[in-house]
C-alpha cells in the first residue's frame, strides 16, 4: 500500500501551506477593508473635529485620496 505525503522541503523559496496563505489572505483583506471603513468616516469630519482627534486636516486629505 502506498501512502503519498507532503514535506517541506526547508528550501528557502518554500512559503506557508495552504492554510496558512489562506489565512494570511483573509487577515489581509479584513486589514484593507478596516482602513477603507476608518477613511470613509474620517472623510466625513469636519477640520475642527480632526484637529480634536490629533490628525492634521490638510496632511491627512492628501493620504486618503
Known amino acids: 500500500m502506498a501512502t503519498a ?4 522541503t526547508g ?3 518554500a ?7 489562506a489565512l494570511d489572505r483573509m ?3 479584513r486589514e484593507r477593508q478596516a482602513h477603507r ?3 470613509g468616516y474620517l472623510l466625513q469630519l ?3 473635529t480632526l484637529n480634536a482627534y490629533g490628525y492634521d486636516p490638510a496632511s ?3 493620504k486618503a485620496r
Do not use: C, E, K, Q
Not at 5 to 8: D, H, K, L, N
Open 60 to 62: 491627512w486629505s492628501a
Open 11 to 13: 528550501l528557502p523559496g
Open 27 to 29: 487577515v489581509n483583506t
Open 37 to 39: 471603513y476608518v477613511n
Open 46 to 48: 469636519d477640520d475642527a
Open 5 to 8: 505525503s507532503v514535506i517541506s
Open 15 to 21: 512559503r506557508h501551506g495552504l492554510f496558512r496563505r
